[in-house]
């Protein structure tokens, strides 16, 4: 696609449930990257992924928390028994990675309201 | 410890006065930098970047940022702000020799009429 699209755009759980939330990054794109924004927060960086190498998982808060990316494109990032501290909005970015510019491209972002 | 710090969470200035949002960080001498806003309910759009060469660059929207290796600094600027640069605005550091990059708290900025 041309840009990074991100899904569902809203989701509304209630505690305890499990959330999926999907990027689909701009093809040619070798790094992604899932970040957390909270209510008048910064990106809290959770999860990079770069080419076919061992993500890096140093900022996911808990185990409930995990990622995965298959086939070098799409991402899942998946939070088990959710908290009301998880609301917030959840980011994606990608760009070119290794000798690329560096620039990031940004989703619309998924909000994630728990309930 | 390793950082990217942005040491205002809120500023406010008048329309048609000059910015300047402060950018500190600690990964080597040589990162990329990145200032990034976020407008409200909109994604985040790179505003400009510094790799190498002149040390101050030109963004988009009238931004520009100057990078000072001796103070490990990356401030941004603009000489005259519009009502609409009211947004929240990032600075950001991919580490020398690496690849991820990581954001400062952000800068609140707020313009008043």
């Known amino acids: 696609g041309a840009g990074v699209s991100q899904s569902p755009s809203n989701k509304v759980t209630e505690k305890g449930k499990d959330v999926e939330l999907r990027c689909d990054p701009i093809?040619?794109?070798?790094?992604l990257y899932w970040y957390r924004q909270s209510l008048g927060q910064g990106l809290e960086f959770l999860i990079y992924?770069?080419?076919?190498?061992?993500?890096?998982k140093s900022g996911l808060p808990s185990d409930r928390f995990s990622a995965e990316r298959t086939g070098g494109s799409v991402s899942t990032l998946t939070i088990q028994r959710t908290q009301q501290e998880d609301s917030a909005v959840y980011l994606c970015?990608?760009?070119?990675?290794?000798?690329?510019?560096?620039?990031?491209?940004f989703g619309e972002g998924s909000r994630l309201t728990v309930l | 410890a390793q950082s990217v710090t942005q040491p205002d969470i809120h500023i406010t200035v008048s329309e048609g006065a000059s910015l300047e949002l402060r950018c500190n960080y600690s990964?080597?001498?040589?990162?990329?930098l990145f200032w990034y806003v976020q407008s409200p309910g909109q994604g985040l759009q790179l505003l400009l970047k510094?790799?190498?060469?002149?040390?101050l660059v030109q963004g988009i929207k009238g931004f520009e940022a100057e990078f000072k290796r001796s103070q490990s600094s990356f401030n941004l600027r603009k000489p005259s702000v519009h009502w609409s640069d009211a947004a929240e605005y990032f600075c950001?550091?991919?580490?020398?020799?690496?690849?991820?990059?990581?954001f400062g708290a952000g800068t609140r900025l707020f313009v008043k009429a």
């Open positions: 990964y080597g001498a040589t990162p990329y």
């Open positions: 992924f770069q080419g076919n190498s061992a993500p890096d």
């Open positions: 950001a550091v991919v580490p020398e020799g690496g690849f991820k990059t990581i």
């Open positions: 093809s040619g794109h070798t790094a």
């Open positions: 970015a990608s760009s070119l990675g290794a000798g690329g510019s560096g620039e990031l491209f």
């Open positions: 510094y790799f190498s060469g002149d040390t």
